[in-house]
């Protein structure tokens, strides 16, 4: 069993709806993460928080909406979006963001109608 | 941009022989390497990891082994066993906050 857990497992919704992925964690990482897996592919990094705070946006629509209202939790917030947002969105965190083992969550499997 | 990369999309081996993973990767300056097992289903789970001062590290059945003059890295099973299916990513990283590069990923199957 992963120490990261992510709700819901399964979400599908329409393109004008909102919602949110959530993501907790309590081994006292300070590192966050969250990742956009397509089938068949690696992770793609979306966003980085350390330390609460946000990091790194690798360019992300702004219909992506990260939140970190602690350090145990990590939510993507979700708008209008789009038919090729459907993937498997992990969530990882480790201890400090330099060269320290990520630990995944085993995602949320999105499906946008 | 930096890119890690694996060999072999797939890989089948027989239960109980051991099993060798490739990647190779482009940046000279990556100094953080990972492996990841991803079962169908599940998220990446970390198997190992090395930093750039070491050229080889074991676990429990598994060692990685970094060659830093072809910038290579290997990933081998002992003993491979029909649970170690899946999809086996590497990543690197060098000093960007916590970004890892991955490579594509080697289906690994064992055949009993």
């Known amino acids: 069993d992963t120490e990261v857990t992510q709700t819901p497992k399964h979400l599908v919704m329409g393109m004008t709806n909102k919602k949110s992925l959530k993501c907790e964690q309590h081994?006292?990482?300070?590192?966050m993460y969250w990742y956009k897996q397509k089938a068949k592919k690696p992770p793609e990094l979306m966003f980085v928080y350390s330390y609460e705070k946000l990091s790194i946006n690798e360019s992300v629509p702004s219909r992506f909406s990260p939140e970190c209202p602690n350090s145990s939790l990590l939510n993507l917030h979700l708008h209008a979006l789009q038919p090729e947002d459907s993937a498997l969105y992990l969530c990882a965190s480790s201890h400090g963001q330099v060269n320290q083992p990520q630990h995944f969550g085993d995602g949320t499997r999105l499906s946008i109608l | 941009g930096e890119s890690v990369g694996l060999h072999l999309p797939t890989l089948s081996v027989q239960e109980g022989d051991n099993s060798i993973i490739n990647c190779a990767y482009s940046n000279s300056a990556s100094d953080y390497f990972i492996w990841y097992k991803q079962e169908s289903g599940k998220g990446p789970q970390f198997i190992i990891d090395?930093?750039?001062?070491?050229d080889k590290r074991q676990g429990q059945r598994v060692t990685v082994l970094l060659n830093k003059t072809v910038k290579h890295l290997s990933l081998q099973i002992a003993a491979t066993q029909p649970g170690d299916s899946a999809v086996y990513f590497c990543?690197?990283?060098?000093?960007?906050?916590?970004?890892?590069?991955f490579g594509q990923g080697t289906e690994l199957s064992v055949k009993p």
């Open positions: 990543a690197d990283s060098y000093n960007q906050g916590g970004k890892l590069i």
């Open positions: 081994m006292g990482h300070r590192a």
């Open positions: 090395i930093r750039s001062n070491m």
